[in-house]
């Protein structure tokens, strides 16, 4: 393995650093988790001047899922240097349908929103994500001030000036503040002493891609069950990626289907709008869970990606807010360098947990609200939906604010630096 050391130099008060040693390298920033959001956030921190360390194993990336990059995550992409090295296995979303299939008496008015109603030529791009991991990761390795160790976090100890990561097969190395993107089951929330409140929806959805012999003429259709929401998102080509919510002992059925079997299940699930469909091979299948930490920094360790918030997969928030993190790490961490301040303080990590705190609770309540009420059987629940979704149907205001609020958080527009203005996906793409 291979550890650049050139130009690091210990800061002022690190003789107290825990696990230090004198061969020991002292990183501004350690990104643990080589996810799309731990590589966005390594890049972006290393790009705004910190001397930064990426913690992950080099390994491919096998799953199928896809995401929709929506609003700002295309401007922060842009800056990273990387969307140019994906745009081209991306597709276009310009139109997001939401239909009721629930079969109830009381149903929601069928809702499509338009980009152009809001003046921009995309709302974004649906991307395969080993793609966009393969772009992320392509940039990191050209980036001289970004150091990867192609390792396993093995323990993470933090002391009054600096955080020691130890390793399973290398010497420990020192930073005074840690990202943790290592995913759901993070080592770097455990270690900085972050509890998690754990929710389970008690629902489960399948991902799959299909092909199609009908156009999907860059729309998205979001079908409403009374189990979950089925939807499918524009791929290149005839292609589309499925995302099916449904209870666990259904999704269990379905994940056990031929080829053949659920190909015919997921056309009837559309109604046949793309025409016949062929699944592709390579199938998942997770349960659905909200997580939310009880806070998003501590102990010189700031959250990002799954280690931060975990949504069920309604409105394609998760990633979205994944790279609204690393956007605001590296704001924090290049002013607080800017400023001769230590970037791992209780005063940058307090301003991190400002800048996301709202962001991510927004999000999570407007999700789950959306959840619940899809799946109630109470009739003045489902009465509140359908008029609910008729108001934003019917009223152009209403709908035009619900499309920018989608996209990313209105006080987030007038932000500078790499946290981008988050609805300029527009004419300039």
């Known amino acids: 393995m291979h550890i650049w050391t050139a130009g690091l130099k210990m800061p002022p008060g690190m003789s107290n650093v825990v696990g230090m040693n004198e061969n020991s390298a002292i990183y501004d920033v350690a990104v643990v988790g080589g996810g799309p959001a731990g590589l966005a956030a390594a890049i972006a921190v290393a ?35 990387v969307w140019p090295n994906c745009k081209d ?9 939401l239909v009721d299939d629930t079969g109830r008496l009381i149903r929601a008015p069928e809702v499509k929103f338009s980009c152009d109603e809001i003046g921009l030529d995309v709302f974004g791009y649906n991307i395969e994500n080993r793609a966009l991991v393969s772009a992320l990761e392509e940039r990191a390795a050209n980036l001289s001030g970004l150091t990867r160790f192609d390792d396993e976090a093995a323990a993470i100890n933090s002391g009054e000036d600096a955080v020691s990561i130890e390793f399973v097969s290398a010497k420990p190395l020192s930073a005074r ?13 455990e270690a900085a002493g972050i509890a998690v409140r754990h929710r389970d929806l008690q629902q489960s959805a399948l991902t799959f891609n299909v092909s199609h012999s009908r156009p999907h003429r860059n729309i998205s259709t979001e079908f ?11 791929l290149p080509g005839s292609r589309s990626s499925v995302v099916w919510v449904s209870e666990p002992r259904e999704a ?49 360790t700031v959250l990002a990606g799954e280690a931060a918030h975990v949504l ?32 791992g303080s209780a005063d940058a990590l307090g301003r991190y947990a400002s800048a996301r705190r709202p962001d991510v609770m927004s999000r999570t309540l407007a999700i789950d609200l959306a ?26 205001p209403l709908r035009r604010l619900a499309m920018r609020e989608g996209l990313a958080p209105s006080w987030r527009s007038s932000r500078a630096g790499l946290g981008v203005t988050e609805t300029s996906t527009a004419r300039s793409i």
């Open 252 to 300: 269990e059925r379905l994940m056990s289907l031929s080829d053949e079997e659920l190909s015919d299940a997921v056309e009837a699930r559309s109604h046949s709008i793309l025409g016949q469909m062929r699944v592709e091979p390579g199938r998942s299948r997770f349960p659905l869970v909200i997580e939310q930490p009880a806070n998003f920094a501590k102990a010189r």
């Open 312 to 343: 069920p997969p309604i409105g394609a928030q998760g990633l979205n807010m994944g790279l609204r993190d690393a956007a605001d790490i590296a704001d924090i961490v290049r002013d607080a360098l800017a400023a001769g301040e230590d970037p």
């Open 224 to 234: 409403h069950t009374p189990h979950g929401p089925c939807v499918f998102v524009p």
């Open 371 to 396: 959840n619940r009420s899809l799946l109630s059987a109470f009739l003045p629940m489902q009465s509140l939906r359908a008029a609910g979704l008729h108001l934003i149907g019917s009223f152009g």
């Open 47 to 81: 790009q705004s001047g910190a001397r930064t360390a990426l913690i992950a194993r080099r390994s491919p990336y096998a799953d199928n899922r896809t995401t929709a990059l929506l609003g700002g995550s295309i401007d922060f992409l842009q800056r990273l240097e």
């Open 177 to 189: 503040l840690v990202v943790g993107a290592d995913g759901r089951h993070s080592l770097c929330r």
């Open 89 to 97: 296995r991306a597709t276009e979303l310009r139109v997001m349908r």
